[in-house]
């Protein structure tokens, strides 16, 4: 992989990859951090992904200008926990603690984030384990383990041993998201596919699946903007 700037007010870091199976240059945008790729196939030489590049620049910017801007955590910002949108305050004691409208998290504001996260990932896990822990016992079968990670592709897995592993992001989206991800995963215990048999044991253990669905759709790339780092 290389990079190329495309100088501007901004400019754009583009992340330029070589591919042996690729036919033509293609560009491509992540909702997620805004990272920019140009795919060029393998006898392309760069010069022509800078035209490339150039040809689109109208369109790119347009496309960055519209997404939403990555929010640093810290004392001052506020970040969604279950739906509802908290500003982060300095706190007391050792734990975070949580009121209607605030998180105030205690100690050294450049440790804020990384106690926040931490604060975050086991609420997550009590509330998806709480779920899961429900639509097993509505399915009829158990699973094995849960594990939580920060993916970027998918919000939930459902391995053929029973291990379940869902992003802990779920948690800062409405409660009826993290709801519907862990019905839907635990719903391969019984389907490992996306059949109608599938999607009928969804709709049997939780309900109607598709306003959550397409809300993730919608608007789960938006639960990537706040930022730990």
């Known amino acids: ?39 060029l196939p393998n006898k392309v030489p760069e010069s022509q992904g800078v035209a490339f590049l150039r040809e689109k620049e109208a369109w790119l910017r347009g496309h960055l200008s519209q997404r939403a801007a990555d929010v640093p955590i810290g004392l001052g910002a506020s970040i969604p926990v279950e739906g509802d949108l908290l500003r982060i305050e300095p706190g007391q004691g050792r734990s975070v603690r949580r009121s209607e409208d605030a998180l105030y998290v205690p100690g050294d504001p450049a440790r804020v984030p990384a106690k926040l996260k931490g604060w975050l990932r086991t609420l997550a896990r009590d509330r998806l384990a709480e779920a899961c822990d429900e639509y097993a016992h509505r399915l009829g079968r158990p699973y ?17 041993d029973g291990g379940l592993m869902f992003s802990w992001r779920l948690i800062l989206a409405d409660r009826e998201i993290l709801d519907y991800v862990a019905a839907h995963e635990v719903a391969h215990l019984a389907e490992m596919n996306h059949s109608p048999a599938f999607w009928a044991q969804v709709e049997r253990i939780y309900g109607d699946w598709k306003p959550a669905r397409n809300w993730l759709r919608d608007n789960g790339s938006a639960l990537h903007r706040y930022k730990f780092e």
């Not at 400019?11 to 795919?39: C, E, F, H, N």
């Not at 094995?144 to 053929?160: E, F, K, V």
């Open 144 to 160: 094995a383990r849960l594990t939580l990670r920060d993916t970027r592709s998918r919000w939930g897995s459902c391995t053929h």
């Open 1 to 39: 992989m290389g990079q190329i700037r495309l100088p501007g007010n901004p400019p754009i870091d583009v992340v330029v990859r070589r591919s042996a199976r690729a036919r033509r240059l293609s560009l491509r945008m992540s909702q997620l951090d805004g990272r920019v790729t140009l795919t």
